[in-house]
């Protein structure tokens, strides 16, 4: 024992990225879900985390129903406040990614310059956006949560595709178009591109281990 | 395919807590480090972990390095954003527990309100506040990122221990004295009570599987 009791040895960090790396058997990922309300974001999300979570994935989920009610319960749908609720969003998911783990994000996330500010957090290989594409009146016609209604009946203003911008993405890394893919077409689209991502860019692969 | 494209249907939550409880083979905690600066909070965390992964527990660890840079890089020091830092990082540490891992939290909290809002995300057996107890003499003169020189100087206005306050925990699970005990003994203290309270508690232990 040392004088002043604890031998205080500054460790910059025990353990890093790498070692949960090697440990999981799979890169850590964040898979970017974007798109306008009712475009199936959500769906899809849930879909592929339980697909990769099958194949061995050490996966978690961040969408509107754990961050809205937790971390970002004290942010509004001002234009400021949904910067806000993005880049928090991304700091998150860069620490889910430091330790190991593969996220999915669902989120509107309707600003280009928001969704570039979360990728520029990751190496490139490490950040996956996916615009989850679906024409405005075919996301109001189906209106899972009724939020359409409401924004139409002037409850919900700001309301994305109403009466707020939804910028599409420039340049995603895929495009699913759900007006055409069902739900089990989709995610096997989704786990093949990680898949064939993993295949060329990685040590070892994204999913179903080394 | 139905008329609308993908057949929208609501997963409330595909995969639980439950199912990444199960597939780690361990309950998901937070281990709660509070204490002044130099007592040794970070450096028994870091240490902690070590033995926690070593054990086969899926862990992370929150700390000023990856959470003052990043989410909460908007954050200063004033009473208000001290509590917003710690607000913060208590959700944060909630997503982690609900992706089934040990979260080690090392952070001077000094607030006992903050902590107590923190613990409240949790069901009791979540949570561990560990109290690493040194007196102010002893942590000023180890100092080991010369942060009480800076502060005494004047130069770090409201700094804890200096001019602002440190509350004792009230009823902390843990009291590790760093002025007697060295890193080695304070680590095996910490792992024993871990051991403990999923022995007691537990339908898995939380450490070293099922």
């Known amino acids: 024992m040392a004088e002043n009791g604890l031998n205080i040895v500054w460790h910059s960090r025990s353990l890093t990225k790498a070692d949960y790396y090697d440990r999981n058997g799979h890169r850590p990922l964040v898979v970017w879900f974007t798109g306008l309300s009712g475009s199936g974001k959500s769906t899809l999300a849930h879909a592929a985390e339980e697909a990769l979570f099958k194949k061995g994935c050490y996966t978690y989920i961040l969408d509107g129903d754990n961050m809205r009610h937790g971390l970002n319960s004290d942010l509004g749908f001002s234009e400021a406040d949904r910067r806000e609720n993005i880049r928090r969003i991304g700091e998150v998911a860069k620490l889910f990614v430091d330790a190991g783990i593969v996220v999915l994000a669902a989120f509107i996330s309707p600003y280009q310059e928001d969704r570039d ?58 495009v699913i178009d759900t007006c055409r893919l069902g739900v089990e077409e989709s995610v096997a689209e989704i786990i093949r591109f990680i898949e064939r991502r993993s295949a060329d860019g990685g040590r070892r692969t994204a999913v179903g281990g080394r």
């Open 117 to 174: 500010r979360v990728r520029a957090l990751f190496e490139p290989a490490e950040f996956i956006e996916i615009y989850v594409k679906c024409d405005l009146d075919t996301c109001e016609s189906r209106d899972p949560k009724g939020l359409y209604r409401k924004a139409r009946a002037g409850q919900l203003p700001q309301f994305t595709g109403i009466d707020s911008p939804y910028e599409e993405p420039q340049a995603p890394e895929l």
